[in-house]
């Protein structure tokens, strides 16, 4: 007699009645450690009981879930299926957790921040110490929302707080608030020749080197375009993409490299002197950094937190 796959419905009604958190740290610990041993001392489990828990789980789905092999075990294919659900549940146990603990010690709660790298140096690099003393019993979980933690499933409503540029539509039930203007410009170290002072000629941008940007950013559109415009030779690049400001900066620090790129991405450095921003003819208005947040759904904490960077960015 011919049986039928499991159909998503029926899955889904063993995981409400017979799974258990136990079960999904343990495809996670397998997942990232490959071996029953190394997986029951990171759990602080036996190895039996790891055993136990995998059979019970490949009970449930009707599936083999992992290869055993001399040097551990690997993932099935239905495995991977079920490994990012069991990441994303033991994630939102634990901010579960987290603010539920924050709330019960403290009463303030958890605020959910997602901020971009130029958002992040614009208004909370160097500001947070400041909210700490103005707020201590508020507990900030900030993240950067990056394009693959978007993919892997993070939503708008997944925080608080959107510190982020402006974005063309604001999403219905959010509000937008300006905090900082900002601009594309042409950024190097003090010692970099072309830092001497002055408007800086298009053609000695053409002589430069440069850090190079991601397909699609409006950096690397904008370099192109004036290389194409200006009839430069070529656009000499070191071709090192750092999306993380602090490697940008390392990059910068050699004194031999331009970087096209936000102010705001940098300005932590730009206002202590470590980096300059040149004077050129590539220097654009950017659309202006602030807060997206729900002001009808949010907390007292959350409307405070946002009062608190409007004021930041007019400093």
């Not at 030779?233 to 790129?261: K, V, Y």
């Amino acid at each position: 007699m011919h049986v039928l796959p499991l159909s998503a419905t029926i899955l889904r009604n063993r995981f409400t009645l017979r799974a258990k958190f136990r079960h999904m740290q343990v495809l996670i610990a397998l997942a990232e450690l490959g071996s029953m041993r190394r997986a029951a001392s990171a759990l602080g489990m036996t190895q039996p009981a790891i055993s136990q828990m995998v059979a019970e789980l490949e009970r449930l789905v009707e599936t083999a879930l992992f290869q055993r092999h001399a040097r551990g075990v690997t993932l099935t294919a239905a495995a991977s299926e079920l490994l990012p659900a069991a990441q994303s549940i033991l994630a939102s146990l634990d901010d579960a957790a987290e603010r539920m603990s924050s709330r019960l010690q403290y009463g303030a709660g958890v605020i959910r921040i997602a901020a971009s790298p130029a958002a992040a140096g614009a208004l909370l690099q160097g500001r947070l110490d400041d909210f700490h003393q103005r707020f201590p019993d508020t507990h900030l979980h900030i993240v950067d929302p990056s394009p693959d933690m978007v993919a892997a499933g993070g939503a708008l409503g997944d925080y608080d707080i959107h510190c982020t540029r402006k974005p063309a539509v604001v999403p219905a039930g959010w509000q937008f608030h300006d905090c900082v203007a900002d601009r594309l410009t042409v950024i190097c170290h003090p010692s970099h020749p072309l830092a001497q002072g002055g408007r800086v000629p298009v053609a000695a941008l053409g002589d430069a080197v440069w850090l190079s940007h991601r397909v699609g950013s409006v950096a690397r559109a904008r370099l192109e375009d004036a290389a194409t415009r200006h009839g430069w030779p070529q656009l000499t690049l070191c071709r090192i993409n750092a999306h993380i400001p602090e490697l940008t900066r390392e990059l910068l620090m050699a004194g031999t490299r331009l970087s096209l790129m936000p102010r705001s991405v940098m300005l932590p450095w730009l206002q202590s002197g470590v980096l300059v921003e040149i004077d050129s003819a590539l220097t654009q208005p950017l659309a202006p950094l602030g807060c997206l947040w729900r002001p009808e759904s949010s907390a007292r904490s959350v409307a405070n937190a946002v009062m608190f960077l409007q004021e930041a960015g007019q400093q």
